[in-house]
């Protein structure tokens, strides 16, 4: 097992026909875990303004936000190659101020890679960021960023039209030297296609079974997370149930005295 995950140990991987793992999250103690089991990528993802901060969207996390997360993250993990999701409005501005703050992100932080949603409109940026030494990852398909400009949380490539316009981002971003895309929340016959004449690695998520790898959100796959479950996750174990539980023991043990014992006191 290698000392850090490279890109080029993903492309191997890739080469290979052996699935990527990727979760995302936004702490020292779940990346540490993603670690010790040997998840390829870790990325944090700006799903933290939900997940993490209890807003409606990804919209308000701010970049400042997403820097303080990736230290926190980045000190969890040993091994695991850690990626960053670029917030809203944090790269749309101007070429020069998505450059200025891709690069705070890189020197900030101590990320492997950027993250950007977005298609052919980004091309340019993309190729830039390359170009200066900013490993970057795409996102395409449904972007949470676009929530409101998409009309809501849907699946995107159902029509002939969006299949295109997807297949043009993804080629657009490829050629601009993205060298790996995320495809979300697409039907797995679209992204069966695009993965199998890609050069770039896919991860999907809501993409079904073909591409190079997948992510799910740390909170979701553990369950922690109850009121919103997408089709594509699935919870490999009821977290919140299991916290819930062990905390009314511990509520139960303090009213009635039980804890703390001798055993948890001090002599």
Request: charged share 30%.
């Amino acid at each position: 097992m290698p000392e850090g995950i490279t890109i080029r140990h993903l492309f191997k991987k890739k080469k290979d026909g052996q699935k990527i793992t990727m979760v995302s999250t936004y702490d020292y103690i779940s990346a540490k875990l993603c670690d010790e089991v040997g998840i390829d990528c870790v990325l944090v993802g700006d799903s933290l303004g939900m997940v993490f901060q209890g807003h409606d969207s990804t919209l308000p996390v701010s970049l400042d936000e997403m820097i303080y997360h990736t230290k926190a993250v980045k000190r969890g993990i040993k091994r695991a190659f850690l990626i960053v999701d670029m917030p809203f409005m944090s790269y749309q501005v101007s070429l020069e101020e998505a450059i200025r703050n891709c690069g705070r992100v890189m020197k900030e932080t101590g990320a492997n890679a950027v993250k950007l949603e977005g298609g052919e409109e980004l091309a340019d940026l993309v190729y830039k960021l390359v170009n200066i030494g900013v490993p970057v990852v795409g996102h395409l398909g449904f972007t949470p960023q676009s929530v409101h400009a998409l009309g809501g949380y849907r699946v995107v490539g159902k029509k002939e039209e969006e299949q295109e316009r997807v297949k043009r981002s993804f080629k657009a971003l490829e050629d601009a030297g993205a060298f790996m895309i995320v495809l979300e929340s697409m039907p797995s016959s679209l992204a069966r296609e695009i993965t199998q004449a890609s050069k770039s690695i896919t991860i999907g998520i809501g993409a079904g079974p073909y591409c190079d790898g997948q992510v799910l959100v740390f909170h979701d796959l553990v369950g922690l997370v109850e009121d919103i479950k997408p089709r594509f996750v699935k919870r490999y174990v009821e977290g919140a149930k299991i916290f819930r539980d062990a905390l009314r023991r511990y509520k139960e043990e303090v009213e009635k005295g039980i804890f703390p014992s001798e055993e948890e006191s001090y002599g």
